[in-house]
């Protein structure tokens, strides 16, 4: 597994263990204490590093984040949508926005890769037509 890849794992995880204790009723998904991850077997310097790079970006677009994920999911509330399934969103439409660094294709592949492997069924289509017009519309948009 590249280390990309166990980043956004290790990330996923961080953003969903907030999401469930409900930390976010405040807007402060994380502290600086939740983000630690500490010599975890498996998880390298640069695999937390990055992990904590696209965590803080998600948390702190989240709001501009999830009204965008929201208006390009029909008639899904983000609210609403399975956890899994938001906080894979949230991550990848950060890094989407905010890393150009990284070909879109590569983010939403990753992400379509987590969807299959923590959620349903139906998530890694759900995911890949979101991210779809995500790129499509709020990326061109900005470079143009």
Known sequence: MSSRRKSRE???QMLYGA????????GDLLDDDDLL????EGVSESVR?????????AIEKAAEIDAMVESYSEHWKVGRMPLVDRNILRLA?????????????????????LA????????ASF??????????????????
């Open 10 to 12: 290790v990330a996923l």
């Open 19 to 26: 999401d469930v204790a409900d930390h976010g009723s405040d």
């Open 37 to 40: 991850i500490e010599n975890e």
């Open 49 to 57: 590093k990055y992990a904590e790079v696209i965590t803080r970006g």
């Open 93 to 113: 439409a950060y890094e989407l926005l905010y890393c150009p660094e990284t070909p879109y294709k590569v983010v939403i592949d990753e992400a379509i890769e």
């Open 116 to 123: 299959k492997r923590f959620g349903s069924d139906k998530s």
């Open 127 to 144: 995911i890949n037509g979101v991210l779809d017009r995500v790129h499509k519309e709020a990326v061109r948009e900005s470079s143009a």
